[in-house]
């Protein structure tokens, strides 16, 4: 497929997805966890607060949550283009295929979703407070380039653990299992001290993305605990897609 026709493809698909019921939900969900992320944040300058916005604890509650909802419809929407579907030549194919389609469905939400903080932001207002980062001596703007790169990768590799899942087990036990997996940690704990071994690094998606609340000797210490961290999780995926293509039916 040229260029041209997969950005086709995936705005078609987009389209779609904004024509389901669901959308107003995602949407809603957009705005209140712009908001929540927003209020965090609105005692310091403008680029800070925005990093101090995506590493809100309820601001990233939410907006796994809306992801997880535009994860099941996509997947919805994917099944419905039979047409496309039949083309696809085998299992691996059609598992690859919706696996990316999602990403970056939930790629255009995210970017979505910083907009409307954005402007949850704008309409706060700063009041010129200056914030440290943790005892790291670097600028600011580094570590939300950081933190903007982490929070892409998590939510896709726990967006293609969803779409692993909802292909063997129904939607709820699936939603209770994302509850579990994201929003239970924030409730009891949203701060993790002095991590200098892998047997201490946060397990929760939740608990990895909310940088701000994680605590390393250094920024290459934190950098190589999150990459063992995200080996890991791929290895897992990795896993459920062999299982999934095991006992996946007929196409």
């Avoid at 409307?116 to 207002?125: M, P, Q």
């Amino acid at each position: 497929m040229s260029l041209k026709n997969s950005i086709k493809y995936y705005l078609a698909i987009f389209n779609q997805c904004i024509n389901k019921q669901k959308f107003i939900l995602i949407l809603i969900f957009s705005i209140v966890a712009g908001g929540l992320g927003a209020i965090s944040g609105m005692e310091i300058t403008y680029f800070e607060s925005f990093l101090i916005s995506i590493n809100d604890s309820y601001y990233i509650m939410f907006l796994l949550l809306l992801l997880f909802i535009n994860t099941k419809n996509t997947i919805d929407v994917f099944k419905e283009n039979y047409f496309y579907i039949i083309r696809l030549n085998s299992k691996k194919e059609y598992i690859n295929k919706l696996i990316k389609t999602t990403i970056i469905n939930n790629l255009i939400i995210i970017l979505l979703n910083f907009i409307i903080l954005i402007i949850w932001r704008n309409l706060f207002g700063f009041n010129g407070a200056t914030y440290s980062i943790k005892n790291y001596t670097f600028h600011y703007s580094i570590y939300l380039i950081y933190c903007i790169i982490k929070l892409i990768l998590i939510t896709s590799a726990v967006s293609s653990l969803n779409i692993l899942l909802l292909l063997k087990i129904k939607y709820r036990y699936v939603l209770i299992f994302n509850c579990l997996l994201c929003i239970l940690p924030t409730v009891i704990s949203n701060y993790y001290y002095n991590i200098n071994s892998i047997i201490k690094i946060p397990l929760s998606p939740t608990s990895q993305i909310m940088s701000l609340g994680t605590y390393y000797n250094s920024f290459i210490s934190e950098i190589l605990f999150f990459i063992i961290y995200f080996v890991i999780f791929l290895i897992i995926i990795d896993i459920l897609k062999k299982i999934c293509l095991k006992y996946l039916g007929d196409l």
